[in-house]
């Protein structure tokens, strides 16, 4: 998984 | 999304809520570190900014903005509609020993050298310690009232449903993101003394939780 993945988190 | 993070980020708008109402229904933020919350709403505002830039889903767009306005209105009351209640003199926290470091950091250490990539590792980083002006505070007066520690509490439950989630992604998903995952960490690890006292002492006692 990419780091952009981290981005749905909050 | 899973039980743990659906959790923690109850337990972030809880604790939000909880220090809002006090402050707002008390007309008073006695106790209350505006720095950190200061720091909050920087945080917020450069890890939001994918607001502008890309869509995931409502609830995390409702979340973000809901947060966002919740961080700036609790620094309203605090700087604006109720600052002759705050104790200047007890959050004397240097906050630029936390931002210089931080700022630096986020520009060494990062996924990707650009703009919005920079300011949130700025704002993963700066989370992690934005919390320590109100502990160094609690530290100074040697006290706190108990509706703050029960803000603390909920503050650092959700940053404990976070641990709790990484390790649920990475036996599921095989999701691991170091940056989030190490200051997740370090910025647990602040609120372990005070969970500490906050059983030891506002659960079995009442009022106002004491320093040894």
């Known amino acids: 998984l990419s780091p952009k993945d981290v981005k749905d988190e909050l | 999304m899973n039980i743990f993070r659906l959790l923690g980020d109850m337990c972030h708008l809880v604790a939000i809520i909880i220090l809002f109402l006090k402050i707002w229904r008390s007309k008073s933020c006695a106790g209350i570190s505006g720095k950190s919350q200061v720091l909050f709403a920087l945080v917020f505002t450069t890890r939001y ?8 889903s409502v609830y995390n767009t409702v979340m973000k903005v ?3 306005v919740l961080a ?8 604006l509609r109720f600052r002759s209640t705050y104790n200047s003199e007890s959050d004397s926290f240097r906050v630029e ?21 920079i300011l949130w590792t700025f704002s993963i980083y700066l989370e992690s310690v ?6 160094f505070m609690i530290t100074k007066t040697g006290e706190a009232e108990s509706i703050t520690t029960h803000y603390l509490f909920f503050l650092g439950l959700y940053r404990a449903l976070y641990l709790a ?18 200051s997740g960490v370090v910025q647990t690890i602040f609120y372990c003394d005070f969970f500490y006292l906050y059983f030891t002492k506002v659960l079995r006692g009442s009022g106002k939780m004491t320093l040894p």
């Open chain 2, 165 to 182: 989630n990484w390790v649920w992604r990475y036996h599921t998903e095989g999701f691991f993101d170091q940056i989030a995952v190490v």
């Open chain 2, 66 to 68: 809901v947060f966002l």
């Open chain 2, 72 to 79: 700036y209105a609790t620094v309203y009351l605090i700087y």
């Open chain 2, 97 to 117: 020993f936390l931002l210089v470091p931080v700022a630096g950091l986020s520009f060494l250490e990062n996924y990707a050298f650009a703009p919005l990539e």
């Open chain 2, 49 to 56: 900014l994918d607001l502008f830039t890309s869509f995931i």
């Open chain 2, 130 to 135: 934005a919390i320590l002006p109100q502990l």
